[in-house]
């Protein structure tokens, strides 16, 4: 025989005020956190910096040979194993 419950009303049952969603802060975005804490907006008004990244260039003026002591190899190894393992297979 199967059993079947019910819950009966009575006090506090049925009010659903203390069932509400609870209240979620809307989230504040870096610039707004910048502007309320500097008290003027994000981004700084005016013109953008001097600066133009399309001309940057890349100066490669590292010696062909770049010493490597046996604690620094251990350290990486370290912490990129599991992508090493997964890129070239797991040491035997």
């Known amino acids: 025989m199967a059993q079947s419950w019910a819950i ?3 006090p506090g049952l049925g ?3 203390g069932m509400s969603r609870p209240s979620h802060k809307p989230v504040v975005t870096v610039s707004e956190q910048l502007e309320s804490l500097l008290g003027y907006p994000w981004p700084f008004p ?3 910096a001097k600066h133009d990244l399309a001309t940057w260039t890349v100066t ?3 010696p062909e040979r770049v010493p490597v ?3 620094e190899v251990e350290v990486f190894e370290r912490w ?3 992508l090493l393992d997964e890129l070239f297979g797991s040491a035997p």
Request: proline share 11%; net charge negative.
């Open 15 to 17: 009010d659903t005020a």
């Open 46 to 48: 005016g013109r953008p």
């Open 60 to 62: 490669d003026d590292w």
């Open 69 to 71: 002591t046996e604690a």
């Open 8 to 10: 009966q009303p009575g």
């Open 80 to 82: 990129f194993a599991d």
